[in-house]
T-cell receptor, first 115, second 108 residues
Framework: DTAVSQTPKYLVTQMGNDKSIKCEQN?????MYWYKQDSKKFLKIMFS?????LIINETVPNRFSPKSPDKAHLNLHINSLELGDSAVYFC????WGQGEKKTQYFGPGTRLLVL | GQQVMQIPQYQHVQEGEDFTTYCNSS?????IQWYKQRPGGHPVFLIQ?????EVKKQKRLTFQFGEAKKNSSLHITATQTTDVGTYFC????????FGQGTTLQVKP
């Protein structure tokens, strides 16, 4: 049973298109995240939701819009894709709270290539 | 803003050699976590350090948290090819801030 799952695993698309990535976790965690990992492996947080409420919104273009229909799901919609959006996008979840409970459980990643 | 710096960015070692990656924060951390990402994989939690000066071991891996809770290190003794991957520290200041990662390559 996969704890944090993402679909699709690979996404190849043309510049200007709109695409969505879906994430689901079955760990019962309250908090979910989206990270972007570039070609240099740098892992940058984009968004964080706690119980469907946005709590972290880093400096991300407003072409990126997260949506959390319930606390087990966090989707990412990207409008007007650009070449620079090519990266691996990781979803993660963690329990709410400090200390040990902040351990992040990552999904397998979505490899996005914009042509 | 808050930053977590990690060095080196890359390290190539011969199998059997030791390896160390260092992590430094611009602010005092409540705790620090370490993750490993295998090539093509996703980050996986290794360990968390909470107390000032804490040292934890996992087989050949030794993790240290500095006295001022601003720096940390991961040391691998006698590397093996299975240690290949990128090691990330993540400092907790209320939100988790990841270091840039150290990518380890091990030559057999």
């Amino acid at each position: 049973d996969t704890a944090v799952s993402q679909t699709p695993k690979y996404l190849v698309t043309q510049m200007g298109n709109d695409k969505s990535i879906k994430c689901e976790q079955n760990l019962g965690h309250d908090t979910m995240y989206w990270y972007k990992q570039d070609s240099k492996k740098f892992l940058k947080i984009m968004f964080s939701y706690n119980n469907k409420e946005l709590i972290i919104n880093e400096t991300v273009p407003n072409r990126f819009s997260p949506k959390s229909p319930d606390k087990a799901h966090l989707n990412l919609h990207i409008n007007s894709l650009e070449l620079g959006d090519s990266a691996v996008y990781f979803c993660a979840s963690s329990p709410w709270g400090q200390g040990e409970k902040k351990t992040q459980y990552f999904g397998p990643g979505t490899r996005l290539l914009v042509l | 803003g808050q930053q977590v710096m990690q060095i080196p960015q890359y390290q190539h070692v011969q199998e059997g050699e030791d390896f160390t990656t260092y992590c430094n924060s611009s602010t005092t951390l409540s705790n620090i976590q370490w993750y490993k990402q295998r090539p093509g994989g996703h980050p996986v939690f290794l360990i968390q350090l909470v107390k000032s000066g804490e040292v934890k071991k996992q087989k050949r891996l030794t993790f240290q948290f500095g006295e001022a809770k601003k720096n940390s290190s991961l040391h691998i003794t006698a590397t093996q090819t299975t240690d290949v991957g990128t090691y990330f520290c993540a400092g907790n200041t209320g939100k988790l801030i990841f270091g840039q990662g150290t990518t380890l390559q091990v030559k057999p």
